[in-house]
């Protein structure tokens, strides 16, 4: 009989090696291998159907009826939640909800829950981490004691299916969390890259035979990956993050991916001291507490997937007492900051080899969008200067790496945005498509000189 080697597994990524060696290379991690007895692969339970067809049939993609093309979703009636998840949770579908230790995700899928149990779904909240008293005195001090879910404390799998199997299938699992999971079917221990990604493989088949919705809480390391189980980001059909900075009381909660909704929606929430609150209107916030006579700060007009977003962009240049001056960037991406800096000095006549840079986005928010750039070129030549910006302009445009300022997409609905928050100017890229109906006087930006050009005047 063959001896069944031993095998290392990257608890990372879950890649297998058959020796131990210090780094992965499939992920680069150090020292994350560990040594797990390579599980049998799981077989398909005998006679186990799909939403009840049979198996080995073929479907005629135009075919699909009316409930089939348009999947079942649950929404939460959580505005900031629905929005995220593409407008509810759909029937038989699995979502991987990350986010640091203390964010608030236990409390979010316990308010979620309590608001779709209230609505007459049989929903089931089942806790690794904490007892049931505990969530139940989470739940008291969120004054949702009177909603009908169904609590349990346990970290087996095939219990946890067994106990969810009597009566009927709840339109809802929320599993807290992942990593606490084991089945007794793996051959190794809980916490493992194997122990979980066994876990959610039964976890998973459970969902799409019942149609029950499951939410696996996964924990995230430090650099903000989804720790041990970046293996279960692929089995699942939605995968969402929830960020925020503990030295704020918001929180945003961002789709990944996800199958059956939008990836570039954000929700935003606020932490109180009787939960998490909905923030329908997150610029007024982010530009809360405004010093409008600090030069270095501007307004960025962004677009958060469908919905606008003013934050503000703060940047601070000194001369260095350094050899190697210091840029620093939070909220942002450095090799933008990069950039935006080269373009400056080579097009915009700036000299910046001798100063350190700082940038933040106020507010902790992360900024992906290319048509920052306008808005973090302009904090930064007015700290240069010592001049504050004007308080009522705000800023949004693409620069290119000739110092061009390009146009970007839903200026319409920026300007509107800026309207709305009593903005009255705006410094744009020159062309611009669809100005909209916007009550702003535009400053149209062929070009990185004309911005400084027009900062220096003042
Ligand atoms: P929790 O949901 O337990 O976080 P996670 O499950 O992501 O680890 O949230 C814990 C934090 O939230 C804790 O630091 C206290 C804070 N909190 C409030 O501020 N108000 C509240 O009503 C609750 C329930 C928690
Ligand atoms: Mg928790």
């Known amino acids: 009989m063959a001896r069944r080697a031993p095998s290392f597994i990257c608890q990372s990524c879950g890649a297998s090696y058959t020796r131990w060696q210090g780094k992965c290379d499939a992920c680069g991690a150090w020292n994350s291998l560990a040594e797990e007895t390579a599980s049998a692969p799981s077989m398909p339970v005998p006679g186990a159907r799909l939403g009840g067809r049979a198996k080995g049939r073929v479907f005629p993609l135009e075919g699909l009826t009316g409930s089939e093309a348009q999947a079942p979703r649950a929404a939460s009636g959580i505005g900031e939640l629905d929005r995220v998840t593409g407008g509810g949770f759909v029937e038989g579908s699995v979502i991987l909800i990350g986010g640091d230790p203390g964010i608030g995700k236990s409390t979010l899928l316990i308010q979620a829950c309590a608001a779709l149990a209230r609505a007459g779904h049989r929903i089931a909240y089942i806790s690794g981490e904490e007892a049931i008293g505990q969530v139940r005195l989470r739940a008291d001090r969120l004054g949702l004691t009177d909603a009908p879910v169904e609590l349990a404390s346990q970290t087996n799998v095939e219990d946890i299916v067994a106990t969810l199997s009597q009566g009927p299938a709840p339109r809802l699992v929320v599993i807290d969390s992942i990593q606490t999971m084991w089945s007794g079917l793996v051959d190794a221990a809980p916490g493992t890259v194997t122990q979980v990604r066994g876990s959610a493989q039964t976890l998973i088949r459970f969902a799409k035979t019942t149609g029950t919705c499951v939410i696996l809480v996964g924990h995230v390391t430090k650099d903000g990956q989804i720790a041990g189980p970046r293996v279960v ?43 998490l609150a909905e923030v329908p209107n997150p610029s007024a916030l982010f530009l809360a507490g405004r010093d409008h006579a600090a030069p270095g700060a501007a307004v960025f007009a962004g677009m958060e997937g469908t919905r606008p977003l003013l934050v503000e962009f703060q940047a601070l ?86 110092g061009a300022v390009r146009p970007v997409a839903q200026a319409a609905q920026r300007l509107k945005e800026a309207a709305k ?28 000189a004309d911005l400084v050009a027009n900062v220096a005047a003042g």
């Open 233 to 275: 980001e692929h089995m699942v059909d939605a995968v969402v993050s929830f960020e925020g900075d503990s030295g704020h009381h918001f929180r945003i909660l961002r789709a990944v991916k996800n199958r059956f909704g939008p990836t570039d929606e954000i929700g935003v929430f606020e932490m109180t001291g009787s939960g």
């Open 317 to 402: 240049v000194a001369p260095t007492s350094l050899g190697t001056p210091r840029r620093a960037v939070v909220g942002w991406e450095q090799n933008r900051l990069a950039m935006v800096l080269a373009v400056l000095e080579a097009h915009g006549g700036l000299r910046l080899g001798m100063h350190d840079v700082y940038l933040s986005v106020a507010g902790g928010l992360k900024i992906t969008e290319p048509a920052a750039d306008l808005a973090a070129a302009a904090a930064l030549v007015s700290s240069l200067a010592g001049r504050p910006l004007p308080p009522e302009v705000v800023f949004f445009g693409e620069i290119g790496l000739s």
């Open 421 to 448: 928050l009593g903005f009255r100017r705006a410094v744009t890229p020159a062309a611009i498509r669809e100005a909209g109906d916007a009550s702003l006087a535009l400053t149209g930006t062929a070009h990185i």
